[in-house]
T-cell receptor, first 116, second 112 residues
């Protein structure tokens, strides 16, 4: 089946620094990728939709200047958390959708971000 | 605004028993997904239900979709400890053009 990878799998950073998370589709081309955030013991919340070659679409309440998304190729999307603060600590999960008839989303393994 | 409600949110049951998790959603959709999440892990896809009346089974799990009632169920038959996890349903209302809207999840504990 389709595989989506994320890097890094976990990261600890100091408050005020920026962190970049990569999401790659390994064996298929993903025209659309999605970024979700999951706080402990909560559900996944969609942050933004990333389309290759165009600007990301952010969900209401998500600061686009804080969470920079770039989808430069059909296999790579990046999420940069700028000037991270402790409240940004969360589990960030990306998913990628190919062009199959089912439009199934394939989820990456997630990145756990801890901001000190 | 699409709302997806799961119940129960927490379920503790004994091995060998049967139970059903329910997923209601508020907007018309013909695509519903079930995922499993183990602690500290990402999502594992269980079922994709694409049409009214769809029923899929894998091992001790069976999922169904009733688009008219806007209801999906995940039925567990003769539960075993390995099925302990959090189960999420998610709805896709625009054929993948938008991201998924998830229910709050059902935390399932199966005791020996």
């Amino acid at each position: 089946g389709a595989v989506v990878s994320q890097h890094p799998s976990w990261v600890i950073c100091k408050s005020g620094t920026s962190v970049k998370i990569e999401c790659r589709s390994l064996d298929f081309q993903a025209t659309t990728m999605f970024w979700y955030r999951q706080f402990p013991k909560q559900s996944l919340m969609l942050m933004a939709t990333s389309n290759e070659g165009s600007k990301a679409t952010y969900e209401q309440g998500v600061e686009k200047d804080k969470f920079l998304i770039n989808h430069a190729s059909l296999t790579l999307s990046t999420l940069t958390v700028t000037s991270a603060h402790p409240e940004d600590s969360s589990f960030y999960i990306c998913s990628a959708r190919g062009d199959s008839i089912t439009d199934t989303q394939y989820f990456g393994p997630g990145t756990r971000l801890t901001v000190l | 605004e699409l709302k997806v409600e799961q119940n129960p949110l927490f379920l503790s049951m004994q091995e060998g028993k049967n139970y059903t998790i329910y997923c209601n959603y508020s907007t018309t959709s013909d695509r519903l997904y079930w995922y499993r999440q183990d602690p500290g892990k990402s999502l594992e896809s269980l079922f994709v239900l694409l049409s009214n009346g769809a029923v899929k089974q894998e091992g001790r799990l069976m999922a169904s979709l009733d688009t008219k009632a806007r209801l999906s169920t995940l039925h567990i038959t003769a539960a075993v400890h390995d099925l302990s996890a959090t189960y999420f349903c998610a709805v896709d209302i625009r054929r993948g053009a938008d991201g998924l809207t998830f229910g709050k999840g059902t935390h399932l504990i199966i005791q020996p």
